[in-house]
Nanobody, 123 residues
Framework: QVHLVESGGELVQAGGSLRLSCVAS????????VGWFRRAPGKQREFVAA????????RYADSVKGRFTIARDDAKNTVYLQTNSLKPEDTAVYYC????????????????WGQGTQVTVSA
């Protein structure tokens, strides 16, 4: 079992930055890939970024490449999502998820989910 808790979301102006954190419980967390997803009002859940367990391979959605960076610190059981140059269209609830299928972009491949953290970007 893996329990995930996100934090770091808040209201920020366009062009600003936030660092989101996903803290996990569970002794084998380092073996899990962790993905970040987001859901904006009235829209479907969207893949943002993912990082593998063990080799730190990562992947990003085209919409965030060059602006967002995912990283993990397994000693702290934490995965971070550094978000820079934020845009109003980045406004959403951001969720982290853990799974054992690698850094995939399909939400169905992740087994454990956090409760989400709200990011609001004002124009």
């Amino acid at each position: 079992q893996v329990h995930l808790v996100e934090s770091g979301g808040e209201l920020v102006q366009a062009g600003g930055s936030l660092r989101l954190s996903c803290v996990a419980s569970g002794r084998t967390f380092s073996a899990y890939a962790v993905g970040w997803f987001r859901r904006a009002p009235g829209k479907q859940r969207e893949f943002v970024a993912a990082i593998n367990g063990g080799d730190d391979r990562s992947r990003y959605a085209d919409s965030v490449k060059g602006r967002f960076t995912i990283a993990r610190d397994d000693a702290k059981n934490t995965v971070y999502l550094q978000t820079n140059s934020l845009k109003p269209e980045d406004t959403a609830v951001y969720y982290c998820a853990a799974g054992l299928d690698g850094p995939v972009d399909s939400w169905m491949r992740y087994n454990y989910w956090g409760q989400g953290t709200q990011v609001t970007v004002s124009a």
